[in-house]
């Protein structure tokens, strides 16, 4: 087969431990045939022998509720488990969007009380209270979570209020344990007792302290709004808001509207706004990676609808090493700007400035490295070439707002280490230093594994990334719950 | 492979004929090598040309939600689609158990509109507000709804909450428009138009009239109580409920209980009212069918875990004729038996009277022919082995009641042919006839098949039965709408 253009032979194979089984992966060159070079190795341990996830021919007997009458059912168990009220989670999992219900659902097969708490109202609110004609941006078959893939007849791209449903189904069906309503107040790590002391205040403005082992961060890149300051912007009398508060174009139907950021979340509400009958003009920052969600988007993801099982297609994409991929991503990129080229001239005729990430590599490692930066087109790319959405650069911003009544600050977030900060201090957010992108190593930093604070772990990403990770950090956990590994 | 206990080799087939594609199961016998004989064949229609469902590959790309910003999104669509302010839906169902959701699935999936309405108040209260102890008495692998499979980590017996909460999630994944609190009060069927009237009262007390093409009762064989009428009882001054209307056994804690009726929910109710700490007699009005649940009646399921995929389990279930079913259950309730000995002689000691179905041939044709008449023991055999739930027979009953503070009917259900006569009348029923059960034919009387009515279909039964006839059913209504059947 062909990875990253090279033609090689891929084998995956099973090993065994004394701690446990595991999944491998490996790759040839062909060169001759009675010297073929090898290429690439992973290993990746999967199960802790005596410890292994209860599924399918494991599952729980269920003989408890079947045969005790008298006892409590399975619902008085499960209230009894959410509540807390008599003992502390092992784990705590802040946030609880598809990054934290994916370590959560991961950490309960392995038997480690989990409990998430998430500030929303309702589970699946991350996803529902945003703009009105959000849908995913890359195919279903790539997004499943684990343990219940998403049903057959589930539309390519899923719309946000289906998936925010899907969450609610999925933290019943799975028994995961989701305090809402309830915001983490941060806390302190007790070195001598390892565990944390945290704050959690509750829906009824009450406070409760919880000791866990593990605080897994699962807050995404979204935890901060990155609010600018932007001179022209200083006496504007008008509305302005940041793209993580904007709901609904509705209210500006006639009026004038600016949208400062041209990533997604810009392009996505100047395209709302415009579809509402407002006046848009977007103005762009920094040059900025523009691709057709369908097909150019979504070429990465080949592997995923070629027919391997799910886990083999997972199992593919970890043992991709760092400097492969960047290769892989080139030839995609290169690719998805063959297909997408009429739309780019158009834009750039109308003064776009794109780019296709550092050398060339596209919009995956602008996400691994900077959380942003680039616009799967669904549409707006084309109303800008059309000239149905204005389009500017920053130094024409003084002379834009004159007329504007909202701007929309499509300006991103703030790295995780802010958040660190916030809630554990200076000391801590120091000793961890900076969260996601590559840095020197060849792993995303301080993401899936252990970091410089005991008892401190993050999972952010895509669908797939948590999917995927989720497994290896939650095994982490549990080998250290199981005292393999050092906490 | 052994079917009935007779060896064989089976093939499964697939054909294409004018209309669609299909698969097949055939059977032969040894034989010597030259002449094998063929011994079963089925055929069975599985999907139209151009009328296939949109699953896996054929999912519906989802465009609309992701292009069109300004229209309606997917939640919009859906709460339209559910409302029925503006149109009828081309098939009714009645009931939203088990039956009712598959059947609305599938025919979901064919693009057929179909609404579904239940009397209860939440989806999932006809197993929600059972008594609290109750769990399916079968395996989950046996029961998975279509396209949607239990995830791998729930327990081998669902509980009742989970299953109720599992209906919720289900109705909504698979986008059903479902009407709770809805009474279907009947109506009908106009000849001319080949459409139903019928008549809906809302839960707030309205009524809205409806004229779909098909109506599908799917309010399997807990329609109306059967209860007898026992001298005994007649001037008991205690409380007397029917099983149905029991929830719960902590009001009755040291007070004397008297169940009357031996089937599944008889001795469930009794072993519930004995746990909660009441004084209980089982009472016996004709020789029951005792089997312990595990692993004696699961006896009759081993082909589904024995692992071939679920569709093909499915296949070899249908391809099974009357007779050579009745052999294998014959050998399977001897089996069973067997390992029950030592419970069996208990209970006979007791003066339990029991049976082992028609021409022994099991639990599985008492619930075919007359929905009842057996216990699968999870634990009340026992107690009443142990004497500590009293055992009598109805001759008793008069001496009983005497110190009886609660008696239960568990006295089961009539049959839906009195539910058809209740809803659309006498002319109607007539025309049917019997519901469920084999008379002189090879398959279930009206079940999942056309009836003399046009338009009145009937579906019930245990969830795999529901899942595997469903699909044949969701056929049949989208090959009449379709103009390849007349209605």
Known sequence: MTRAGTKCIEAIFRFETADGRGSGLLRFLPGDAETPRAWTLLTALEELHGL???????????????????????????????????????????????????????????????????????????????????????????????????????????????????????????????????????????????????????????????????????TGVSGIPSIPDIAALRNFPGTIVHSSQYEDGEPWKGRSAIVIGTGNSGHDIAQDLYSSGAKVTLVQRSPTLIINCDPSAQLVYALYSEGPPLEDCDLITASIPLKVSRQAHKLATEHAKNLDKELLDKLERKGFRLCFGEDGTGWQFMYLTRGGGYYFNVGCSDLIAEGKIGLAQLGELDQLVKDADLVVLATGWKG????????????????????????????????????????????????????????????????????????
């Open 416 to 487: 995780q280490e802010h958040l660190v900060r916030k809630l554990f201090g200076e000391a801590l957010a120091e000793r961890v230093g900076p969260i996601w992108g590559f840095g020197d190593a060849q792993e995303l930093r301080n993401m899936f594994t252990r970091t410089a604070q005991p008892g401190l772990w993050f999972i952010a990403g895509s669908f797939a990334q948590c999917r995927i990770y989720s497994k290896y950090l939650a095994l982490q956990i549990k080998a250290c719950e199981a005292g393999l590994l050092p906490r």
């Open 52 to 218: 292994e996830e209860q599924l399918g021919r494991r599952r729980p007997k269920g003989w408890s509720y079947s045969r005790d009458f008298a006892g409590p059912n399975w619902l008085d168990r499960r209230n009894a488990a959410v509540a807390y009220e008599d003992r502390d989670p092992e784990v705590l999992v802040v946030g609880g969007g598809q990054a934290g219900l994916s370590i959560a659902a991961r950490l309960a097969q392995l038997q480690v009380d989990t409990l998430i708490v998430d500030r929303a109202q309702r589970v699946g609110d991350n996803w529902r209270k945003r703009y009105h004609a959000l849908t995913l941006h890359n195919q279903v078959h790539v997004n499943h979570l684990p343990y219940m893939p998403f049903p057959p007849s589930w539309p390519v791209y899923i719309p946000k209020d289906k998936l925010a449903n899907w969450f609610e189904s999925y933290a019943e069906s799975m028994e995961l344990n989701y305090w809402t309503g309830t915001d983490f107040e941060g806390g302190v790590y007790d070195d001598q007792a390892q565990r944390w002391s945290v704050v959690m205040r509750r829906p009824d403005g009450t406070k409760r302290e919880l000791r866990p082992r593990h605080v897994v961060l699962a």
